[in-house]
């Protein structure tokens, strides 16, 4: 299974888009987006990938609340599961706690990976390349034994994507 982990896609639509497409080109399933997508055009984005997606709102969403009955859009912490994969998504990094098999979040704009209790958490830093010169997403490919977690990156004016793989055994 593998599932393209975005966040913090801000005013950047057009590295919305390329994030999404090269998620997509990778062989993403499923897409998940933790917040700030900024707007109902990178929504649709999404919906237009005919991937199954589910986004959380943001700190800086609000003005998309009046959107949440039109797309699968939660507050966070929003538990979904994806076959037999519990997933617990948030924006703000306040719901850290190992009950599901997986916790992403974002808000923080810089990527990490860690393995805690079984649990891998993860954020997968910032679409917009604000607060560094990165436009970043991850493609999460789980296994029976492995999670594989491609980090992909790229200076917003390069066309090539840079990508570092990190692997935790599952427990």
Request: glycine content about 4%; proline content about 4%; hydrophobic content about 35%.
């Amino acid at each position: 299974m593998k599932i393209g982990i975005l966040s913090d896609s801000h005013h950047r639509t057009l590295l919305h888009r390329e994030a999404i497409y090269h998620l997509l080109e990778e062989g993403a399933e499923y897409l998940l987006h933790a917040g700030d997508i900024d707007s109902q055009e990178h929504i649709e984005m999404l919906k237009e990938s005919q991937k199954p997606y589910s986004i959380v709102f943001g700190n800086n969403d609000n003005h998309l609340k009046g959107l949440a009955s039109n797309y699968p859009i939660y507050q966070e912490p929003h538990y979904i599961k994806i076959k037999n994969l519990k997933i617990k998504m948030m924006h703000m990094p306040y719901y850290m706690t190992p009950d599901a098999d997986l916790v992403i979040s974002g808000h923080t704009h810089y990527f990490a990976a860690d393995m805690k209790n079984g649990t891998l958490f993860l954020n997968p830093g910032e679409v917009c390349a604000r607060e560094k010169k990165l436009s970043e997403c991850v493609l999460l490919t789980i296994t029976d034994e492995l999670w594989s977690v491609e980090y992909f990156f790229r200076h917003p004016d390069r066309e090539l994507w840079q990508s570092k793989e990190y692997q935790f055994i599952k427990e």
